[in-house]
């Protein structure tokens, strides 16, 4: 069966910290992993990750793969109250039915101003 | 560019009443579709997806069905609703892209509470 385990589940930091969210996953054919926030409503699309060691960027957010070691992190810097969200990873299940997506519980962020 | 849409956003129901939920996605053919359901404190877990009209693959044995009568409308049913149904449903589209690299993108959801 395909895991996603997330940590932590929760997270609270102050504005201008910069923090680190993780990923790890199970799965028997591994073909890509997905980062998405979630604020009150729907979940954001953020990275498709498919290759190990290589950096996605986008402004303040990064996320990079390892393969081997079977995890990912999202990094946030200098972090602001707008980033406060629940940050989900998923990977496509590997299992016959390619589209589905198995999702971790999320780590919920929180900025203090 | 493509959206979707979900109504309605909130909607409280007495136990037993039947459920109608729409999601309709504009900007995009031939779609893949999903229902996604997340409840307090859990995850987010796959009710039923769809690869085309009439097509409709379910995840979860309930008292929910799912039909797509129209190419780009995914519709969530329920006869008679039970407390256990109440979360915040969510629909998603994608492409349908092949080699586990399609990117779902989420509705505004609908926050369901059945008392």
């Known amino acids: 069966e395909d895991k996603v385990v997330q940590s932590p589940l929760s997270l609270v930091v102050h504005e201008g910290d910069t923090v680190t969210l993780n990923c790890s996953y199970e799965?028997?054919?591994?073909?890509?992993l997905l980062w998405y926030k979630q604020e009150k409503k729907a979940p954001t699309f953020l990275f498709m990750l498919?290759?190990?060691?290589i950096e996605k960027k986008s402004g303040r957010l990064s996320s990079i793969l390892d393969k081997k070691e079977l995890f990912s992190i999202l990094n946030i810097t200098a972090t602001q109250t707008g980033d406060s969200a629940v940050y989900l990873c998923a990977v496509p299940y590997s299992g016959a039915g390619s589209y589905q997506l198995t999702f971790g519980k999320g780590t919920k962020l929180s900025v203090i101003p | 560019s493509q959206t979707i849409h979900q109504w309605p956003a909130t909607l409280v129901q007495p136990v037993g009443s039947p459920l109608s939920l729409e999601c309709t996605v504009e900007g995009t053919s031939n779609p893949n579709l999903y229902w996604y359901r997340q409840a307090a404190g859990r995850g987010l877990q796959l009710l039923f997806y769809s690869v085309g009209i009439g097509q409709i693959s379910s995840e979860v044995p309930q008292n929910l069905s799912a039909s797509r009568p129209q190419d780009r409308q995914f519709i969530l049913s329920s006869k008679k609703l039970l407390l256990s149904d109440s979360g915040f449903y969510l629909c998603?589209?994608?492409?349908?892209?092949?080699?586990?690299?399609?990117?779902?993108?989420f509705g505004p959801g609908t926050r369901l509470t059945v008392l």
């Open positions: 498919t290759s190990s060691g």
């Open positions: 998603a589209w994608s492409r349908g892209l092949a080699g586990g690299t399609d990117t779902q993108y």
């Open positions: 799965v028997t054919n591994f073909r890509s």
